[in-house]
T-cell receptor, first 113, second 115 residues
Framework: NAGVTQTPKFRVLKTGQSMTLLCAQD?????MYWYRQDPGMGLRLIHY???????AKGEVPDGYNVSRLKKQNFLLGLESAAPSQTSVYFC????????????FGDGTRLSIL | AQSVTQLDSQVPVFEEAPVELRCNYS??????LFWYVQYPNQGLQLLLK??????LVKGINGFEAEFNKSQTSFHLRKPSVHISDTAEYFC?????????????FGSGTRLSIRP
């Protein structure tokens, strides 16, 4: 039972390059989220999805795009990477009921030079 | 709007000593409360949750938390910590009936255990 799997685990980019982070969950969860984690700032929500084909902006969406073409996958894209996007990115998923917790992946460590 | 404050960014304690990690929240409605733990180089894992009922909630690894509505607090405690408890701990709130995005995390408390 894999849970939430993030690919890749590490990546180094140059400023201006683009890339896509993949999140896959095998729990049939409706909701999926992308967060970034920076020292002393906790988790900040980038984008989220309440179901296949739907996405919405979170707290810090600028510079990122997302897509949820399949229920089990949630992609996070950086069109033109900037040093300020150096961070650890976490994907999470959960079922619809609000009293249930999120399940997190192990993170993607992204450095932008 | 809801908010979560974790009053201590770092808490150093000696092994086998008790620990309390503090969490206060602000909300005009009832909320669900969660504590997550993040071990080094890993994602967040659920430690425990408060939905309703008994205000003392027991979680994994010997942790427990007490919900105090009058003080809007949800402090996490463990009577005797181990080296393996070294991690970052996050408090989170989710209002009942909210949309999917309204899960608010605190800024985290880093627990370091000294031998």
């Amino acid at each position: 039972n894999a849970g939430v799997t993030q690919t890749p685990k590490f990546r180094v980019l140059k400023t201006g390059q683009s890339m896509t982070l993949l999140c896959a969950q095998d729990m049939n969860h409706e909701y999926m989220y992308w967060y970034r984690q920076d020292p002393g700032m906790g988790l900040r929500l980038i984008h989220y999805s309440v179901g296949e084909g739907t996405t919405a902006k979170g707290e810090v969406p600028d510079g990122y795009n997302v897509s949820r073409l399949k229920k089990q996958n949630f992609l996070l894209g950086l069109e033109s990477a900037a040093p300020s996007q150096t961070s650890v990115y976490f994907c999470a998923s959960k079922i619809i009921e609000t009293n249930q917790p999120q399940h997190f992946g192990d993170g993607t460590r992204l450095s932008i030079l | 709007a809801q908010s979560v404050t974790q009053l201590d960014s770092q808490v150093p304690v000696f092994e086998e000593a008790p620990v309390e990690l503090r969490c206060n929240y602000s909300s005009s409605v009832s909320v669900y409360l969660f504590w997550y733990v993040q071990y080094p180089n890993q994602g967040l894992q659920l430690l425990l949750k408060y939905l309703s009922g008994s205000t003392l909630v027991k979680g994994i690894n010997g942790f427990e938390a007490e919900f105090n509505k009058s003080q809007t607090s949800f402090h996490l405690r463990k009577p005797s910590v181990h080296i393996s408890d070294t991690a970052e701990y996050f408090c989170a709130v989710s209002p009942p009936g909210s949309s999917a995005s309204k899960i608010i995390f605190g800024s985290g408390t880093r627990l370091s255990i000294r031998p």
